[in-house]
């Protein structure tokens, strides 16, 4: 392990540079392609560098089709790729950059359908091959979760160690095992590796939606670090929790609609964004926050409070905010002013303070959205 700063990350949609697209996706029909994806990854190092960024976590669809029981016509496009994928790797390597993979929710090591479980090996089998193509070294990890419960925890954590070992050693050497937010909690995956040996991902909003166990966050965490093989920076995940209310569309029932035209007062109805008429064939009803979702933005307050709690343990921070690098180029900012001392552990220094001037200056100006989900809200959906 060196002594570099630590590193800040982010997942997969650059939402800086408009423009910029992860990975190939393209109906099949179209013959999208590995090398595609490749070519767009090669202009997110380009961005990332531009704005000091160095660690990012590629698309679980980098390789389109590629393990599609269906296609086999997509089945070589890995091997197909080498030179890219040793180029792209070299220049990685060359920029000190840490990029790893966190395949889908349907990535299942413990399902009681053994051939489902054969399909999500091969799906890890594919994503592992890219990152050795690359000669990406042991930072260069796949992340997984424990999956689902499968009505007997105690029985589905057992058989996630029996999916472990039967995965080929190349997918062993990376895979890494994450906490989740309501299935599997930090004392559940410390059971497994216990077991296996199989290194461990610190998910900080996971820890606080489920630990029914009690722990406390610092020995947790350094539990979780030390599952790490020795020369191997641990990296962590953080994301804050939204607060703000929640617009769900839900349709004006007749009984609702009676009771508007009869203008009988409300007792107990749901609040909702704007006036509801009795014409009105929808409403939108403004309810709590769900703890687990991810905020736009980090807190600064938040996650400086946890790395002071963190003090002496080397880790990267993997941020899943949805602003994806937007939150990242916040944050650091965000660091500098209000936190210097956390700021400095990941290199950052008043001397850096007027290109994050400009980072904030173009937050402040507006990004353009896209509202198609990404991978993390797939993920987040599905419980993961």
Known sequence: MTDR?????????????????????????????????????DAILDYMVEVGIDMYRMSSDLAP??????????HAMVAESDAELAALGRKAR???????????????????????????????????EMLDRMGMGPEGVLVTHVGGVYDDREASRARWIEGYNQCPDHVRRRLVLENDDIRFSAADVLWIHDRCGVPLIFDYQHFWCLNPEGL????????????????????????????ELREIKRKVTDKERAALKAAAPAKGGALTKGVVKATSRFKTVLLPPIWTGHADFTNPFEFATF????????????????????????????????????????????????????????????????????EDDRLASAGA
């Open 5 to 41: 700063p630590l590193r800040l990350g982010f997942p997969v949609k650059v939402m800086g540079r408009p423009g910029l697209k992860s990975n190939d996706t393209r109906r099949w029909r179209q013959d999208p392609h590995l090398k595609t994806s490749l070519e767009y990854v």
């Open 65 to 74: 089709y590629a393990t599609h029981p269906d296609m086999p016509q997509f």
């Open 94 to 128: 060359g920029l000190d950059m840490r990029l790893s993979f966190h395949p889908s929710q349907f990535v299942l090591l413990n399902s009681p359908d053994a051939g489902l479980t054969a399909k999500s090996i091969w799906d890890l089998a594919s994503q592992a």
């Open 216 to 243: 406390a966050l610092r020995p947790t965490l350094e539990r979780f670090v030390r599952s790490w093989p020795q020369g191997v920076r641990p990296k962590i995940h953080f994301s804050s929790p939204r607060t």
């Open 307 to 374: 790395m002071r709690t963190a003090e002496g343990l080397d880790f990267d921070v993997m941020l899943e905010a949805k602003t994806k690098d937007l939150s990242l180029l916040k944050l650091r900012g965000d660091l500098l002013r209000y936190a210097p001392d956390v700021a400095a552990r990941f290199g950052v220094d008043p001397g850096d303070a007027s290109e994050l001037a400009e980072a904030e200056e173009m937050l402040d100006e507006g990004v353009e959205t896209d509202e198609a989900p990404d």
